[in-house]
């Protein structure tokens, strides 16, 4: 049983340019959430969803970050206009849909670097 | 909403030696929580949760932590400690009726040295 796979692990984009960041959750698993892990801090929520849908993104910035979770397919972050305070590295977790689930399954990580 | 917050940002420990690394919460509403061990330029992986009933609870590795209510904290211990143990360390909270999404803490850095 494949873990959560994330790609591409590292990621160089010039500032300007648009990053795209894929996750394909665990088999059965149809939740997906986001997070950033900043240079020597924790990871923050960025946004909460299911399939066609989101539930919950309280933690994207509200301009230039958008997230999909299409019917088929892998979850993608897009960053458009990528500056240098975008690098990051950026976590995509699972879970199943079984209700009161809440152990969250972690990818590898995106690592992504602005020059 | 959720804050958690782990005061020890590296705890340098002797190999055998026990260790306890802190995590302390604040919440609005009940929590369910986690600690997830972070290995250099890797994700996350889930070391223990409490998410109802005993208040001690074990997890892989020989890891186990202590929910305690009324101060609001969720210790990690483990009694001995390997080289392997070398990691970062996160606490996390979910608010119950929250959408599950997790709030860290900072993390903190366990260097285990023969």
């Known amino acids: 049983n494949a873990g959560v796979m994330q790609n591409p692990r590292h990621l160089v984009r010039r500032r300007g340019q648009e990053a795209r960041l894929r996750c394909s959750p665990m088999?059965?698993?149809?939740?997906v959430y986001w997070y950033r892990q900043l240079p020597e801090e924790g990871l923050k929520f960025m946004v909460y969803?299911?399939?066609?849908?989101?539930?919950?993104e309280s933690g994207m910035p509200k301009e230039r970050f958008s997230a999909e979770f299409p019917k088929e397919g892998p979850s993608i972050l897009r960053i458009q206009q990528v500056v240098r305070g975008d690098s990051a590295a950026y976590f995509c977790?699972?879970?199943?849909?079984?209700?009161?689930?809440?152990?969250?399954?972690f990818g590898p990580g995106t690592r992504l670097t602005v020059t | 909403a959720q804050s958690v917050t782990q005061l020890d940002s590296q705890v340098p420990v002797f190999e055998e030696a026990p260790v306890e690394l802190r995590c302390n919460y604040s919440?609005?509403?009940?929590?369910?929580l986690f600690w997830y061990v972070q290995y250099p330029n890797q994700g996350l992986q889930l070391l223990l949760k409490?998410?109802?009933?005993?208040?001690l609870v074990k997890g892989i590795n020989g890891f186990e932590a202590e929910f305690n209510k009324s101060q609001t904290s969720f210790h990690l211990r483990k009694p001995s400690v390997h080289i392997s143990d070398t990691a970062e360390y996160f606490c996390?909270?979910?608010?119950?009726?929250?959408?599950?999404?997790?709030?860290f803490g900072t993390g903190t850095r366990l260097q285990v040295t023969l």
């Open positions: 977790a699972s879970s199943p849909k079984t209700t009161g689930a809440y152990e969250q399954y």
């Open positions: 088999k059965g698993h149809s939740h």
């Open positions: 969803l299911q399939k066609e849908n989101i539930i919950d």
């Open positions: 919440s609005s509403v009940s929590v369910y």
């Open positions: 409490y998410l109802s009933g005993s208040t």
């Open positions: 996390a909270v979910i608010g119950q009726g929250t959408a599950s999404k997790l709030t």
